[in-house]
């Protein structure tokens, strides 16, 4: 299994919809947690990080972290079809100063007019 | 904002060849990541280097190595290139006074192996 795990997808939502993207991670000691967005063949763009419980806002994105079920998901309001990409998660322990983030596969989004 | 720089962005070589990725940092980073992404894979975490010393080592086969230099930009050295190398290659850098393990990644080079 791996140690951070996301849904494949594709997941479909029609523009103007909230599109909700999750991700499992298997260490309790994980402290830092981020998404990126990755358009095909292009580098990952960092859109969020949250370390703490609770919900972070930033424009139309919204992390949500619980620690406690070892989940963190990213909320996307008014999907537009610029949206669509592969979002991945990535989740670093920090133990010991090393910040070696474990992604998660991705999960396709698509965003469809 | 200054972004992570590497070059070349393409680079085409036949197996058994030696290829040379270079990376830029944000400036004022301190910290280089390497990573190869296959199609359809997440980003496989090579190796990294903080303050020009190796720091954590991740999948990086024997054949390939790297080193930062003193202005911080990274070079990832790969001989006797295999068909199975071919893959987009990542540079990410980030800054230990910053937020803990944030990463900027680079626009990638795009390495096939024929």
């Known amino acids: 299994q791996k140690e951070v795990e996301q849904n494949s997808g594709p997941l479909s939502v029609p523009e103007g919809a909230i599109a909700s993207l999750n991700c499992t991670y298997s260490?309790?000691?994980?402290?830092?947690f981020f998404w990126y967005r990755q358009y095909s063949g292009k580098s990952p763009e960092l859109i969020m990080s949250i370390y703490s419980n609770g919900d972070k806002e930033d424009g139309r994105f919204t992390a949500q972290l619980n620690k406690a079920s070892q989940y963190v998901s990213l909320l996307i309001r008014d999907s537009q079809p610029s949206d669509s990409a592969t979002y991945l998660c990535?989740?670093?322990?920090?133990?010991?100063?090393?910040?070696?983030?474990?992604f998660g596969r991705g999960t396709s989004l698509i965003v469809h007019p | 904002a200054a972004g992570v720089i590497q070059s070349p962005r393409h680079l085409i070589k036949e197996k058994r060849e030696t290829a040379t990725l270079k990376c830029y940092p944000i400036p004022r980073h301190d910290t280089v990541y390497w990573y190869q992404q296959g199609p359809g894979q997440d980003p496989q975490f090579l190796i990294s280097?903080?303050?020009?010393?190796?720091?954590d080592k991740g999948s990086i086969p024997d054949r390939f190595s790297a080193q930062q230099f003193s202005d911080y930009h990274s070079e990832l050295n790969m001989s006797s290139l295999e068909l199975g190398d071919s893959a987009l290659y990542f540079c990410?850098?980030?800054?230990?006074?910053?937020?803990?393990?944030?990463?900027?990644f680079g626009p990638g080079t795009r390495l096939l192996v024929l």
């Open positions: 280097f903080y303050e020009k010393m190796q720091s």
């Open positions: 990535a989740v670093n322990i920090g133990a010991g100063g090393s910040y070696i983030p474990t």
């Open positions: 990410a850098s980030s800054s230990t006074g910053g937020l803990q393990g944030t990463q900027y």
């Open positions: 260490d309790r000691g994980s402290q830092s």
